[in-house]
């Protein structure tokens, strides 16, 4: 019976986000419909570029799900943990910062694996700055950025977007932290009034 009652608010979660998701999906069409009513000599345009997005995507998420079941069978949460969890300190940040810099697919892909990282107990910072690393530090961008505006400009930008990745990341953390503190502050404030 524990068990039922357990599995219960679980459920209703789960059918919560899968409407939410629905209600999002819905929106985005209605709002898709109403903008290419008014711009109809842009229908042809979305259109393809809708297309083209769709098989972007078809192409990279079938490796994306590979990666990610390799992932969640041979990286033990120990290991996140320990490299990437709240008390990982630097290693912890420069391992977001090499993690996010390696890939050269578009920053969508990145999203499924900072859940598979943030489910192993990765902390948020290091989850933001792998994220951010991956959306403007690569390492293929940078090696272009040499070549064209060279090593002064290439270094400049890469120090200081390393610098303001990381305080964002952990400003970020902050932030989710010191919010949720105040959400639980005032959980239990309503509480003991009620009772």
Same mark, same amino acid.
């Given at each position: =019976? *524990?068990?039922?009652?357990?599995? #219960?608010?679980?459920?209703?979660?789960?059918?919560?986000?899968?409407?939410?998701?629905?209600?999002?999906?819905?929106?985005?069409?209605?709002?898709?419909?109403?903008?290419?009513?008014?711009?109809?000599?842009?229908?042809?345009?979305? #259109?393809?570029?809708?297309?083209?997005?769709?098989?972007? =995507?078809?192409?990279?998420?079938?490796?994306?799900?590979?990666?990610?079941?390799?992932?969640?069978?041979?990286?033990?949460?120990?290991?996140?943990?320990?490299? =990437?969890?709240?008390?990982?300190?630097? *290693?912890?940040?420069?391992?977001?910062?090499?993690?996010? =810099?390696?890939? #050269?697919?578009?920053?969508?892909?990145?999203?499924?694996?900072?859940?598979?990282?943030?489910?192993?107990?990765?902390?948020?910072?290091?989850?933001?700055?792998?994220?951010?690393?991956?959306?403007?530090?690569?390492?293929?961008?940078?090696?272009?950025?040499?070549?064209?505006?060279?090593?002064?400009?290439?270094?400049?930008?890469?120090?200081?977007?390393?610098?303001?990745?990381?305080?964002?990341?952990?400003?970020?953390?902050?932030?989710?932290?010191?919010?949720? *503190?105040?959400?639980?502050?005032?959980?239990?404030?309503?509480?003991?009034?009620?009772?």
């Amino acid at each position: =019976m *524990k068990k039922d009652a357990a599995r #219960t608010p679980d459920k209703k979660k789960a059918r919560k986000e899968m409407v939410r998701g629905y209600v999002s999906f819905a929106a985005t069409l209605i709002a898709a419909v109403i903008v290419l009513w008014i711009f109809p000599n842009k229908v042809s345009a979305a #259109t393809t570029a809708t297309w083209n997005y769709f098989l972007e =995507m078809i192409m990279i998420l079938p490796a994306v799900m590979v990666i990610m079941g390799i992932f969640s069978v041979y990286v033990s949460k120990e290991l996140v943990v320990k490299y =990437m969890g709240k008390t990982s300190g630097i *290693k912890g940040i420069l391992l977001a910062i090499f993690f996010g =810099m390696l890939p #050269t697919g578009p920053l969508y892909v990145a999203f499924p694996l900072a859940v598979a990282l943030r489910s192993k107990g990765a902390s948020i910072s290091n989850i933001i700055i792998f994220l951010s690393a991956w959306a403007c530090i690569k390492l293929p961008q940078e090696l272009v950025e040499l070549q064209f505006l060279g090593i002064e400009f290439m270094a400049a930008r890469l120090i200081l977007t390393i610098i303001f990745v990381a305080i964002m990341g952990l400003f970020i953390e902050r932030l989710i932290e010191w919010t949720d *503190k105040e959400r639980i502050g005032v959980s239990q404030e309503e509480t003991n009034e009620s009772v």
